[in-house]
Nanobody
Framework: QAQLVESGGGLVQPGGSLRLSCAAS????????IGWFRQAPGKERDLVSC????????SYSDSVKGRFTISGDNAKTTVYLQMDSLKPEDTAVYYC?????????????????WGQGTQVTVSS
């Protein structure tokens, strides 16, 4: 079955940068969309950013807009989340998963399974 594996998390000081990777394997779909989510202790899992390989459309939450950039590699096997100007409130476990998408309705709900995620800690 399809599998997404997150990596690239770690400890970074405020104002620093990290690049997260979401490696895909076992996909049989021609068209798909991937979303990055994050969950801090005691809080809900929230959508951070997403991208569609159908038309390259991307979206960002207001809290990360202008600081984070989502992208894919040439083979469309890996989705990246470049995180710059990191803040302590960005501290969370970050997950990637398949989400629904259509050119008419845009991005929808997550439809994939949740993996282990990768921990991002922003602290001085």
């Amino acid at each position: 079955q399809a599998q997404l594996v997150e990596s690239g998390g770690g400890l970074v000081q405020p104002g620093g940068s990290l690049r997260l990777s979401c490696a895909a394997s076992g996909f049989t779909l021609d068209y798909w969309a991937i979303g990055w989510f994050r969950q801090a202790p005691g809080k809900e899992r929230d959508l951070v950013s997403c991208i569609s390989n159908t038309d390259g459309v991307t979206s960002y939450s207001d809290s990360v807009k202008g600081r984070f950039t989502i992208s894919g590699d040439n083979a469309k096997t890996t989705v990246y989340l470049q995180m710059d100007s990191l803040k302590p409130e960005d501290t969370a476990v970050y997950y990637c998963t398949l989400i629904s998408y259509s050119v008419v309705g845009g991005f929808g709900d997550p439809i994939g399974s949740w993996g282990q995620g990768t921990q991002v800690t922003v602290s001085s």
